[in-house]
């Protein structure tokens, strides 16, 4: 088991300039989560899907934020056009079932972006 | 609302020192309850869980049982080790939001 796979694993871009982030699930899950990592803010959950379909967004910050999920193996996250303010570490994970089992969800190592 | 307050850090403790990281919550519902860890570099892991009221989880020497009179989950470790050194979180998840909520994270720091 590969684990949830994310990449690129360090992002510096100028502001202004669109980054796009990209996550591979574990096989199998049907849901997939992307959080924000800050000092200030701590961990907040931007998006999670389940079977491929968006199902609470309340916490994307912006319209400069977008999130896509074309099929099961794959997600992006995109910001368009980036602040030096969304400067912090991504993370993607996956679940089966949230909450339950074993491993409730499956972390990524993070996308640390940083916008100049 | 839901809700997870973590006490703030950095801790900072001497090796075979006790841990204690306290955590409370807030929940319309009957939520799980867990703690996190985060190595540098890291995405974070499971380390403990608890389901229901009363539940003790545990792992790698570390407990932490579900309080649901005094709504905590304090995070506790017998003797720490310089491995120990990490962010931990603790969180909730709840069935009828179908999310994780977060605590801030503490730091842990443990010297030799």
């Known amino acids: 088991d590969a684990g949830v796979i994310q990449s690129p694993r360090h992002e510096v871009t100028e502001m202004g300039q669109e980054v796009t982030l990209r996550c591979k699930p574990i096989?199998?899950?049907?849901?997939l989560f992307w959080y924000r990592q800050t000092m200030m803010r701590g961990l907040e959950l931007l998006i999670y899907?389940?079977?491929?379909?968006?199902?609470?967004d309340s916490g994307m910050p912006e319209d400069r934020f977008s999130a896509k999920m074309p099929n099961a193996s794959f997600s992006t996250l995109k910001i368009q056009p980036s602040e030096p303010r969304d400067s912090a570490v991504y993370f993607c994970?996956?679940?089966?079932?949230?909450?339950?089992?074993?491993?409730?969800?499956?972390f990524g190592d993070g996308t640390r972006l940083s916008i100049l | 609302g839901n809700s997870v307050t973590q006490m703030e850090g950095p801790v900072t403790l001497s090796e075979e020192a006790f841990l204690t990281i306290n955590c409370t919550y807030t929940?319309?519902?009957?939520?799980?309850l867990f703690w996190y860890v985060q190595y540098p570099g890291e995405g974070l892991q499971l380390l403990l869980k608890?389901?229901?009221?009363?539940d003790k989880g545990s792992n790698k020497g570390f407990e932490a049982t579900y309080r649901k009179e005094t709504t905590s989950f304090h995070l506790e470790k017998g003797s720490v080790q310089v491995s120990d050194s990490a962010v931990y979180f603790c969180?909730?998840?709840?069935?009828?939001?179908?999310?994780?909520?977060f605590g801030s994270g503490t730091k842990l720091n443990v010297k030799p």
């Open positions: 969180a909730l998840y709840e069935y009828n939001f179908n999310k994780f909520y």
């Open positions: 608890a389901t229901k009221a009363d």
């Open positions: 994970a996956s679940s089966l079932v949230p909450g339950q089992g074993d491993q409730p969800q499956h």
């Open positions: 929940a319309t519902g009957y939520p799980s």
């Open positions: 096989s199998g899950h049907d849901y």
């Open positions: 899907f389940n079977n491929n379909v968006p199902i609470d």
